[in-house]
């Protein structure tokens, strides 16, 4: 690994926004992410979080608080920048902010195709609780307890 400085994890700001649909773009292309998108999507109650490693935006979490749980819409982090915690990091940063607004639950879809971040939700507490198939793609929900 690298040595790289103590990442940062921050609200998303409009500075970031590029850099956030570079990342989001190369990770989940059909999306097509755009910097006024994020901005619509921040205007419709949806936060992110950035991580900052030396400077550079490494990855990002988006999510929204709903009623009573908090739902993880995406994450992802540069490839330079894997192996480095940065993914649990993120989850356990939006998981804080969910207890804070007493929320009892996280969850998400996942891909069944990507085996490397049904682990990372696994081995940060998630389950899987059930199966979801949107045309010819099969998806995991994956869901973790808040309430200690």
Known sequence: ??????????????????????????????????????????????????VVVDGVVAGFADFKLMERKVKLMGLAVDPEFRQMGIGSALLA?????????????????VKQSNPPAIKLYQRNGFVITREVEKGAESFYVMSKSLET
């Open 93 to 109: 940063k939006i998981c804080e902010v969910a207890v804070r607004e007493g929320k009892s639950a996280a969850y998400l879809q």
């Open 1 to 50: 690994m690298s040595a790289f400085s103590q990442p940062l994890i921050r609200r998303i700001e409009e500075r970031d926004f590029e850099r956030v649909s570079e990342i989001t773009n190369y990770h989940f292309p059909h999306v097509r992410v755009t910097p006024s998108k994020i901005l619509k999507r921040l205007s419709k109650g949806f936060d992110y979080f950035v």
